[in-house]
């Protein structure tokens, strides 16, 4: 064989192996979908039993040292190849995963588990019980075995740059810290401005809305957005997530409020986005691992994207209110589309980081984000944690939880996973959204006018080309320097804020 044949021989192996495990992948999503959906009860200890071996079999593969060995030969030959080259991103994607898959041994990840699913259930009732105390033991290992995950990944800064690295790739704690402290000044007067003002009226959202009737705007909406109901379905399920079964199989589920409009609105909105992204990914590019979203931050500018910035807007709703208003003319016949704009944007200061509103969301997440650094470099002792946390929300958002079940104990994150990595993507895809809308705006000023039509297919061409498409195979900094030609910067989002809010307020 000649030097060529030899490496194309050796792709082929690779992409067949690489196929194979995002069909395992594939398979764990398509019993998890099922399971949150429509397995009854019952079935739940089969579906753990199963869940467990496919996943097994799917570590297995990724940590095969045939396919290192594979990769290893790989790799040199296509350093020289230029930095386009899907092959080049394909073997270097796939060298990374296999890194951090066979660094983690076996024994660490059971155990890790095992601790995890302990934890999650005491959390649950020490969150009904308003009792930290009892989950706190819990949580104190939870942040010893974040920190020894990390260590299987020496040469970092800070302990969390490993765990943040694992969802949003490229990015560390140093780099987040002096990104979120520079929102945190500007967006803490901003609320402060906007809570001084008289508060808005959202009782035009709060009545009784028929949930069929419900339903069928939400899917006309997503519709006219562009998500393609013949590559995915939307179902019903309490905690609305978006998965991906395969490269024609992208899954929605969304969740109503008979009582409160804006829940099921937004979040099918948001659900939305992330599936116009993975829709949108180069279908040369499925059955690898770049054949999918690149970061969970940049997974949230989309979905924060569709739902905020053309959502929640006034042109969006210049086409839509009148057809909501058609279809509940009792609620909504004598509420003007500028009492409704105004009740969906409404903001103030609240515990729930669910229920937050656009302009104070990032603050509940920043709060999280610098207590999992403090806990995690041995500055915060768990036992200090609820008081830390209270403190905290009055510093920002000028309200002190007078419950821990409304404070430290409200998510499920780290009682269920690490301590570390688990909320910075949402307020950095907050942010990129906006770097992503402006550039849009900038290349086609027209999708102003458009989104007041009903027509987002400009915005949505704009994206699948620029952001969509390349799935993996560009890094999250580096996708936001090539499509808005800055590296990312918090500018536009803040400007954004204070362009909406001191409008809408008067400030
Ligand atoms: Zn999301």
Not at 132 to 156: K, N, W
Not at 398 to 414: A, F, K
Not at 442 to 456: C, L, N, V
Request: charged share 25%.
């Amino acid at each position: 064989m000649t030097q060529t044949s030899a490496t194309n021989d050796r792709m082929n192996r690779l992409k067949d192996r690489l196929r194979e495990i995002g069909d395992l992948q594939g398979a764990v999503a398509v019993l998890g979908w099922d399971q949150a959906t429509y397995m009854p009860s019952a079935g739940a200890a089969g579906r753990g039993r199963q869940l467990a071996l496919i996943s097994r079999i799917e570590h297995e593969r990724a940590t095969d040292p045939e396919l290192g060995k594979l990769l290893e030969d790989l790799l040199p030959t296509v350093l020289d190849l230029p930095p386009e080259s899907m092959e080049k991103a394909l073997v270097e994607v796939a060298w990374r995963d296999y890194i951090r898959a066979v660094r983690v041994p076996a024994e660490f990840v059971s155990r890790l588990e095992e601790h995890a699913a302990n934890s999650f259930e005491t959390w649950k009732r020490a969150r009904q019980e308003n009792n930290f105390g009892l989950i706190r033991p819990y949580l104190e290992r939870t942040v010893e075995l974040s920190r020894e995950l990390a260590d299987f990944f020496p040469g970092y800064a800070s302990v969390a740059d490993p765990l943040i690295d694992y969802t949003d790739e490229g990015f560390t704690a140093a780099y987040l810290r002096e990104l979120f402290s520079q929102l945190t000044c500007k967006l803490v007067p901003l609320v402060d401005a906007v809570c001084r003002k008289p508060e808005m009226d959202d009782s035009c959202l709060r009545q009784e809305f028929a949930l069929d009737r419900q339903r069928e705007f939400g899917e006309a909406v997503i519709r006219d957005l562009g998500y393609d109901f013949e590559r995915g379905r939307q179902d019903l399920a309490p905690h609305p997530f978006m998965t991906r079964l395969s490269g024609g199989d992208m899954r929605i589920t969304t969740r109503y409020n008979p009582s409160f409009l804006a829940k099921g609105l937004f979040g099918t909105i948001h659900e939305a986005g992330h599936a116009l992204y993975e829709q949108g990914v180069d279908l040369a590019l499925d059955g690898s691992p770049l054949g999918t979203g690149t970061t969970h931050g940049v997974h949230e500018s989309q979905s924060r994207l569709w739902e905020n910035l053309v959502g929640r807007s006034r042109p969006f709703w210049i086409h839509y209110y009148p057809r909501l208003q058609r279809l509940f003319p009792e609620q909504l016949t004598a509420v003007s589309l500028e009492e409704f704009y105004r009740a969906i944007n409404k903001v103030s200061r609240s515990l729930i980081r669910t229920e937050a509103d656009e302009l104070t969301y990032n603050l509940h997440v920043v709060i999280r984000f610098d207590l999992e650094l403090d806990l995690l470099e041995g500055k915060l002792e768990v036992a200090d944690l609820p008081e830390r946390w209270n403190e905290l929300y009055e510093e920002r958002l000028g309200i002190r939880p007078s419950t821990d079940s409304d404070g430290v104990l409200q998510d499920m994150h780290w009682y269920q996973s690490l301590v570390g990595g688990q909320f910075q993507s949402y307020t950095l895809g907050n942010i990129m959204s906006a770097q992503f809308f402006q550039a849009a705006l900038a290349s086609h000023p027209e999708i102003t006018e458009e989104m007041a039509q009903g027509r987002f297919d400009t915005l949505r061409n704009w994206l699948v080309s620029n952001v969509y498409r390349p799935g993996r195979s560009i890094p999250a900094l580096k996708l936001v320097e090539r499509v808005t030609g800055k590296p990312l910067e918090m500018q536009p989002y803040m400007r954004m804020l204070e362009q909406k809010y001191g409008e809408l307020y008067g400030l």
